[in-house]
């Protein structure tokens, strides 16, 4: 047998089936997750590139366990010197420090209004409690004041341009204490993301007072910070299904006004809340129907640093929003909001951050935008651990943008702006990493992967096989409603890649240890090839016809092959994956009207078999036309199972 790669998933680690997590991939009957509901107070020193702030965190602990402490991450310390993240990624690269030196400045830390015992290490703080807090709804008040200098290039997750701030992980935020980990405290490196817990978080920001602010959440106090002219346009956009200029090219200019402002905002059911400031953005806005209901989609740019695809990019944020609602799941929150600046591309609940484009790149604003508003199913609404896996949230998100760049851009990606996400540069990307001997498993932690491996690893390898798994293995439709299905059963809820696995076995009915093991926990690579073929007769005018196939790694697949006929037909033929039970050969006894000239393994070209060389024998017929990664899109004639009542 090849490897064990058939046994059993239930070897692997996988958390449950328990009283939490239920066989099924569903939430068990006693699932559990803490509740964080935060209240903050900050404000904008442009002068000296520092923000002050107060944060207060109502901490309510559901688990069945009595904490003595509680934990926060302090991301911000990345930026002092000796960090973990600053030994660990080169200064000048994209995750690294840049020399700069910050890092949180804490003081006033109290428990219910108590001063409190801490202890700082890294990028994490361990909070002592006076009194041990109960299990099952009992819950704390953690307070502290705050300030921290602003790094001009957050390790492309925030920074500042001149005027413009782009401003996150900008207070303590409560580490995930799960079923799974207990406390999660991963140290913040810089390369992997975040983990944290939801709940309604509550924030006002003091800047310039001739500055706006575009945020996470809802402006709760419009009348105080905007213009009558401002608010009545926002009205408009509001309802519209084209964009409104809110503030004009004309009008966006930077203004010396004396004082300061204050805009509050609040976030529901969210993970994290980020925010921007400039004295001279453009704004513009328009709205997604989603369902019976809109949701206001926003662009902030300033003019003409950021490209002309930006005076698009509130219609792409309603596109994406749209479709993804329609694809996958309605967007649960009332805005999006695109910003332009330093920062590569960083999403956070309704709050994204893209780069400012160029003319060279057709269509690259659209696609980051795109994938960074696909971040709002995953990781914002179905809370997974970005800390430990990637291809939860980046990969699974590549692969819900390939279904909309085809939506938009038509099937063939030859006809699509350059760099768009399809099976074809996939398979591309992942040859040259593989070649290069820096691929790693899927299940890797992100800070553990080759820096050149990480887009292939967390991004383009996992969408890959998730379409390969739902085109070639399971079926469209039946993968469709898995997937749903997933979303549905953990929306707001913190899934572990078992729970993932387990839906789409349970809702497919498919036993898919093969598929987990081979590609998720080696990084081994899939290549079949064509040995030989032997045509023997079965009388007048009939053949048996022998092809001989070999697994040439430990991967295994369903067989998909095209016969090429003497008298210039050609046939299809399929085999499940069971025919490599047994070994790492197989030969397919084929009955035939003529006899086999030519053999071609995956005539659709989408398979992930790096190996095309050994594809072929004889007079190979040709490949089918480039088909659409997709499959063909998305089945919607698909009536979903109500899950968890919902």
Same mark, same amino acid.
């Given at each position: 047998?090849?490897?064990?790669?058939?046994?059993?998933?239930?070897?692997?680690?996988?958390?449950?089936?328990?009283?939490?997590?239920?066989?099924?991939?569903?939430?068990?009957?006693?699932?559990?997750?803490?509740?964080?509901?935060?209240?903050?107070?900050?404000?904008?020193?442009?002068?000296?590139?520092?923000?002050?702030?107060?944060?207060?965190i109502?901490?309510?602990?559901?688990?069945?366990d009595?904490?003595?402490?509680?934990w926060?991450?302090?991301?911000?310390?990345?930026?002092?010197?000796?960090?973990?993240?600053?030994?660990?990624?080169?200064?000048?690269?994209?995750?690294?420090?840049?020399?700069?030196?910050?890092?949180y400045?804490?003081?006033?830390?109290?428990?219910?209004?108590?001063p409190?015992?801490?202890?700082?290490?890294?990028?994490?703080?361990?909070?002592?409690?006076?009194?041990?807090?109960?299990?099952?709804?009992?819950?704390?008040?953690?307070?502290?004041?705050y300030?921290?200098?602003?790094?001009?290039?957050?390790?492309?997750?925030?920074?500042?341009?001149?005027?413009?701030?782009?401003?996150?992980?900008?207070?303590?935020?409560?580490?995930?204490?799960?079923?799974?980990? +207990?406390?999660?405290?991963?140290?913040?490196?810089?390369?992997g993301?975040?983990?944290?817990?939801?709940?309604?978080?509550?924030?006002?920001?003091?800047?310039?007072?001739?500055?706006?602010?575009?945020?996470?959440?809802?402006?709760?106090?419009?009348?105080d910070?905007?213009?009558?002219?401002?608010?009545?346009?926002?009205?408009?956009?509001?309802?519209?299904?084209?964009?409104?200029?809110?503030?004009?090219?004309?009008?966006?200019?930077?203004?010396?006004?004396?004082?300061?402002?204050?805009?509050?905002?609040?976030?529901?059911?969210?993970?994290?809340?980020?925010?921007?400031?400039?004295?001279?953005?453009?704004?513009?806005?328009?709205?997604?129907?989603?369902?019976?209901?809109r949701?206001?989609?926003?662009?902030?740019?300033?003019?003409?640093?950021?490209?002309?695809?930006?005076?698009?990019?509130?219609?792409?944020?309603?596109?994406?929003?749209?479709?993804?609602?329609?694809?996958?799941?309605p967007?649960?929150?009332?805005?999006?909001?695109?910003?332009?600046?330093?920062?590569?591309?960083?999403?956070?609940?309704?709050?994204?951050?893209?780069?400012?484009?160029?003319?060279?790149?057709?269509?690259?604003?659209?696609?980051?935008?795109?994938?960074?508003?696909?971040?709002?199913?995953?990781?914002?609404?179905? +809370?997974?651990?970005?800390?430990?896996?990637?291809?939860?949230?980046?990969?699974?998100?590549?692969?819900?943008?390939?279904?909309?760049?085809?939506?938009?851009?038509?099937?063939?990606?030859?006809?699509?702006?350059?760099?768009?996400?399809?099976?074809?540069?996939?398979?591309?990307?992942?040859?040259?990493?593989?070649r290069?001997?820096?691929?790693?498993?899927?299940?890797?932690?992100?800070?553990?992967?080759?820096?050149?491996?990480?887009?292939?690893?967390?991004?383009?390898?996992?969408?890959?096989?998730?379409?390969?798994?739902?085109?070639?293995?399971?079926?469209?439709?039946?993968?469709?409603?898995?997937?749903?299905?997933?979303?549905?059963?953990?929306?707001?809820?913190?899934?572990?890649? +078992?729970?993932?696995?387990?839906?789409i076995?349970?809702?497919?009915?498919?036993?898919?240890?093969?598929?987990?093991?081979?590609?998720?926990?080696?990084?081994?690579?899939?290549?079949?090839?064509?040995?030989?073929?032997?045509?023997?007769?079965?009388?007048?005018?009939?053949?048996?016809?022998?092809?001989?196939?070999?697994?040439?790694?430990?991967?295994?697949?369903?067989?998909?092959?095209?016969?090429?006929?003497?008298?210039?037909?050609?046939?299809?033929?399929?085999?499940?994956?069971?025919?490599?039970?047994?070994?790492?050969?197989?030969?397919?006894?084929?009955?035939?009207?003529?006899?086999?000239?030519?053999?071609?393994?995956?005539?659709?070209?989408?398979?992930?078999?790096?190996?095309?060389?050994?594809?072929?024998?004889?007079?190979?017929?040709?490949?089918?036309p480039?088909?659409?990664?997709?499959?063909?899109?998305?089945s919607?004639a698909?009536?979903?199972?109500?899950?968890?009542?919902?």
């Amino acid at each position: 047998m090849p490897g064990g790669v058939f046994q059993p998933m239930d070897r692997m680690d996988w958390p449950g089936p328990n009283q939490y997590r239920s066989a099924d991939g569903t939430a068990g009957p006693a699932y559990w997750q803490q509740r964080a509901d935060y209240d903050i107070r900050a404000a904008l020193d442009t002068t000296a590139k520092e923000l002050s702030g107060h944060v207060s965190i109502h901490y309510t602990n559901n688990s069945p366990d009595t904490l003595r402490v509680v934990w926060l991450q302090l991301d911000q310390n990345l930026y002092k010197p000796g960090s973990r993240g600053e030994a660990l990624y080169p200064p000048e690269s994209r995750f690294g420090v840049r020399g700069f030196e910050g890092g949180y400045q804490l003081a006033n830390i109290t428990v219910d209004g108590k001063p409190a015992e801490s202890f700082v290490d890294d990028t994490r703080m361990r909070i002592e409690l006076a009194s041990p807090l109960l299990p099952k709804g009992h819950d704390v008040t953690i307070a502290m004041d705050y300030r921290f200098k602003i790094p001009e290039h957050g390790s492309d997750r925030m920074g500042r341009d001149s005027t413009l701030y782009e401003i996150a992980q900008w207070y303590p935020r409560m580490v995930v204490y799960d079923d799974v980990r +207990g406390w999660n405290t991963d140290p913040y490196l810089g390369q992997g993301e975040f983990y944290l817990e939801y709940g309604t978080i509550s924030y006002a920001v003091s800047v310039p007072a001739g500055y706006t602010v575009a945020g996470s959440g809802v402006l709760q106090n419009p009348d105080d910070v905007l213009t009558p002219t401002i608010r009545k346009r926002l009205a408009i956009a509001a309802q519209s299904d084209t964009i409104v200029p809110i503030i004009t090219q004309s009008e966006a200019k930077a203004v010396a006004t004396p004082g300061m402002k204050t805009w509050r905002f609040k976030a529901d059911s969210v993970r994290d809340v980020a925010w921007a400031a400039a004295p001279d953005f453009r704004w513009d806005a328009t709205s997604a129907k989603v369902g019976d209901r809109r949701v206001l989609t926003q662009s902030f740019y300033q003019w003409p640093k950021a490209g002309a695809e930006w005076q698009n990019v509130a219609e792409n944020s309603q596109w994406t929003i749209s479709t993804y609602s329609q694809n996958f799941y309605p967007y649960p929150y009332p805005q999006a909001t695109s910003v332009a600046g330093p920062v590569a591309g960083m999403e956070y609940p309704m709050f994204v951050m893209d780069g400012y484009g160029s003319p060279e790149a057709e269509g690259d604003v659209f696609r980051t935008n795109d994938h960074e508003l696909g971040h709002q199913w995953f990781p914002m609404v179905v +809370g997974s651990n970005e800390r430990r896996y990637a291809w939860m949230d980046e990969g699974i998100n590549t692969y819900l943008n390939v279904f909309s760049q085809e939506r938009r851009y038509g099937p063939n990606p030859v006809n699509w702006p350059r760099a768009m996400d399809n099976t074809q540069s996939f398979k591309f990307i992942w040859t040259i990493v593989h070649r290069a001997g820096i691929d790693a498993p899927l299940m890797t932690r992100p800070d553990q992967v080759n820096p050149q491996a990480l887009g292939l690893v967390g991004y383009e390898k996992p969408a890959m096989v998730l379409l390969a798994l739902r085109n070639h293995v399971v079926g469209r439709q039946a993968f469709d409603e898995a997937f749903r299905d997933y979303i549905k059963r953990w929306q707001f809820k913190h899934p572990t890649p +078992g729970d993932f696995f387990r839906t789409i076995e349970n809702v497919t009915g498919t036993d898919l240890a093969w598929f987990w093991r081979s590609f998720f926990y080696t990084a081994d690579i899939l290549d079949i090839g064509v040995d030989s073929v032997v045509n023997d007769s079965a009388g007048p005018g009939q053949f048996d016809a022998k092809v001989k196939l070999s697994m040439r790694t430990p991967v295994p697949f369903p067989v998909e092959m095209r016969l090429k006929l003497a008298d210039g037909s050609t046939q299809d033929v399929r085999y499940p994956v069971n025919i490599w039970y047994q070994g790492k050969t197989y030969v397919a006894q084929i009955p035939v009207k003529s006899k086999v000239v030519g053999v071609r393994l995956w005539p659709d070209q989408t398979v992930p078999d790096l190996v095309p060389g050994d594809d072929t024998w004889g007079s190979a017929p040709p490949p089918s036309p480039l088909p659409p990664s997709t499959g063909g899109g998305l089945s919607t004639a698909i009536t979903t199972r109500r899950v968890d009542g919902q």
